[in-house]
C-alpha cells in the first residue's frame, strides 16, 4: 500500500462538519474545578470545534461539556492559539442526554 503524505493544512476529518451555533461549557479534567465557558462553532457525530479561554488545554487532556441537551466527555485533538482568543478541536468519548441543567457535568460532584 503506497501513501502519500497529507498537505500541509489538508483537511483530514473523517466526516463532514456543520457549522453549529452557541454556547458550550467546558470541565476540564486536572484544572482545579473551572468552568471555561466557550462558543460552539461546528459539529459532527463524532466531534466538535470551539473558541474559549483556556491557553492551557492541549492535545490529548480530556473535558467534560455541556451544550443544550447534551453533556458528556471529550478528548482534545488540536488547539490553536490566536491573538484573542483559543479554538480546540474535540472528539467526542461519551454523549448523552442532559437530564437536569445544572453546574455539573455528569461524572463532575458539586464541592460541599
Known sequence: MLLEPV??????RSEPRRMARGQVSLWP??????????RLLDSSRAG???QH????????QFVH????????????VWTRILDDHVESGFLILTRARTAARS????????AP
Open 103 to 110: 453546574r455539573q457535568p455528569a461524572g463532575k460532584k458539586a
Open 48 to 50: 466538535f470545534r470551539a
Open 29 to 38: 479534567e486536572g484544572f482545579s474545578n473551572a468552568t471555561a465557558p466557550g
Open 53 to 60: 479561554g483556556l491557553k492551557g488545554l492541549g492535545p490529548g
Open 65 to 76: 461539556f455541556e451544550h443544550g441537551d447534551w453533556e458528556g466527555r471529550a478528548r482534545v
Open 7 to 12: 498537505a500541509k493544512g489538508a483537511d483530514r
